[in-house]
């Protein structure tokens, strides 16, 4: 069964390398990114819904942070 990863990510990572070849910001490619992300969410998604995902998206950067439900 095909996921949604699955359909994205290839498209994602030819985009980044056409970027890397353009000689593109890959922060201004994520911002776009980001944008359009905000624009899909906004047809499907409660403004409070999408608020709640990005806060908790925020919170958890950290990338060695052990998560609330994980055991020290």
């Known amino acids: 069964m095909t996921s949604a990863r699955d359909v994205v ?3 994602i990572e030819a985009m980044l390398k056409e970027a890397e070849t353009a000689r593109l910001s890959t922060d201004a490619v994520a911002r776009i990114m ?3 992300v ?3 969410w906004r047809d ?3 403004p409070e819904d999408i ?3 990005l ?3 925020a919170e958890h950067l950290d990338p060695d942070e ?4 994980m055991r020290p």
């Open 9 to 11: 990510e290839p498209h």
């Open 66 to 69: 052990d998560f609330m439900f």
């Open 55 to 57: 806060l908790e998206a």
């Open 51 to 53: 608020k709640a995902e």
């Open 44 to 46: 499907i998604r409660k």
């Open 34 to 36: 980001f944008e359009k």
């Open 38 to 40: 905000i624009h899909i």
